[in-house]
């Protein structure tokens, strides 16, 4: 099978990853693609967010299936026009899209599907965000209404910190206040082809900069999977998973279909586990990364025949993909001063060393190689990986591997998967 894969980040190096450990293999090609990618597969310089130029490049090489891997192509349309034009394609229309691109549109669709959520109210001024910081009281919860890369979200317990974050974001659209949930996230994916949906095995992310969750919020600084302590509050990770397809994924995947708008890829459900039940706190449109990379190399099942089912409608044949009894971690390395504006072009080294720990591999993000050197292009840099028989094993397998990158300035979190080691 011919597979284009649109992107450039870990998310795609996993994705691409796990395509390459098929048998038999299929024929990958990735735009644009980063250092660690080209190192394995042919990257093409294309703008993955130019509809014309994608599904012409795409027509023109006879590819099967285009796999998008960042939400950027989807709101750009690019799906809308390599299924225009009869290519089968893993990630939705620019309108189902909106799952993601828009938290107003996402909310909507949750309350005419019944899908638990919380409370939110949607300002456009800031006296509106003031009322309704007010009526949900603190710790404060105030979201960008549009795309924000991971940023658009503030949670704070500063009522001042939470109204400047507010005004900054009015400036660019609406925000959505919202009521603070507390309790474990998780993290779980499903392919959707529009009206069928199989899960894959849930992870947990990371969010913040810092250890012990400190610092802002970024794209995701590290994950694991499986959930060892979904077993005990669910009694197993298959029961947790059936629950979230009732209640969460079945629903809304019914409801944009109904609505005219049906959602081909992957469903990405962001939970929040309260006393009181899940809670959804936002859907993506697209895989999630980090978790990506833990969730992929624990998988069994070949990604490319699930991948093509899904954008071409035969989900419902399938039985659920299976998953491998290991586990996997992922800390993320990355550049000084990410998230907020990230120190670049700087040299990585010691990925060869890395390399040599058992179960280890690297996912490139923001790399390049620059006169045979390999250097760093943005904020997440890349993720090391490990996949172990224990959480124990496989954060020392991580920890150890990164400790032989280098790279100037750079951070990573020192506890992911701590908790459940
Ligand atoms: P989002 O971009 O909506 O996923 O939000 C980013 C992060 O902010 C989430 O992963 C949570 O850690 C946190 N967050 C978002 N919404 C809430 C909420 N209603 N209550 C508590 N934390 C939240
Ligand atoms: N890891 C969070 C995300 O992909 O949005």
């Known amino acids: 099978m011919k597979i284009l894969v649109l992107g450039s980040g870990a998310r795609e190096h996993a994705i691409i990853t796990a395509l390459l450990r098929e048998e038999p293999r299929p024929s990958v090609t990735c735009a644009p693609g980063n250092a660690g990618i080209a190192a394995e597969v042919a990257v093409v310089a294309l ?18 299936l285009v796999v998008i891997g960042p939400e950027a192509p989807l709101v750009a ?68 209404d549009g795309l924000a890369a991971g940023k658009g979200v503030l949670v704070t317990p500063d009522r001042p910190a939470a109204l400047a974050h507010a005004t900054y974001w ?6 959505l206040i919202e009521e603070f949930l507390d309790g474990q996230e998780i993290s779980l994916f499903l392919l959707s082809d529009g009206q069928n949906v199989l899960p894959l095995s849930p992870a947990q992310d990371y969010k913040r900069a810092l250890d012990h969750d400190a610092g802002p919020n970024t794209g995701g600084m590290g994950a694991y999977s499986p959930l060892p ?19 969460v994924a079945l629903p809304t995947v019914r409801q944009l279909a109904a609505e005219g708008t049906p959602f081909v890829g992957l469903l990405y459900c962001g939970l929040i586990l309260t006393d009181a039940g899940i809670r959804v706190i936002e859907f993506n449109a697209r895989f999630g990364d980090p978790e990506t990379q833990v969730v992929l190399p624990r998988l069994v099942t070949p990604l490319s025949g699930l991948l093509l089912a899904a954008a071409t409608g035969t989900l419902g044949a399938l039985p659920r993909p299976e998953f491998s009894a290991e586990v996997a971690v992922t800390v993320v390395l990355a550049s000084e001063n990410y998230p907020d504006t990230p120190l670049i072009g700087r040299e990585i080294s010691g990925l060869t060393a890395a390399l040599t720990v058992d179960g280890v591999t690297i996912a490139h993000a923001a790399t390049r190689v620059v006169d045979g050197a390999l250097v760093s292009t ?22 150890e591997a990164m400790g032989h990158v280098s790279l100037a300035g750079a951070h990573f979190r020192t506890d992911i998967a701590a908790r459940v080691a």
């Open 47 to 64: 703008d993955p967010n130019d509809p014309v130029a994608v599904t012409d490049y795409a027509v023109l090489h006879s590819i099967e």
């Open 77 to 144: 349309g690019v799906a809308d026009a390599l299924r225009a034009r009869g290519i089968a394609v893993f990630g939705p229309d620019r309108a189902a899209a909106a799952l993601e691109g828009s938290k107003t549109f996402a909310k909507r669709i949750m309350d005419a599907a019944g899908v638990p959520t919380g409370r939110a109210v949607r300002a456009g001024t800031l006296a509106e965000a003031e009322a309704a910081l007010d009526e949900f009281g603190a710790p404060y919860v105030v979201k960008a």
């Open 170 to 175: 009015l400036e660019h659209g609406s925000v």
């Open 229 to 247: 302590w979904l077993d005990e509050k669910f009694g197993s990770e298959n029961k947790f998973i059936d629950e979230i397809i009732e209640t």
């Open 378 to 399: 943005g904020g997440r840099v890349l993720s090391v990986v490990a996949v172990g028989e224990s959480f124990a094993h496989a954060r020392a397998r991580a920890y």
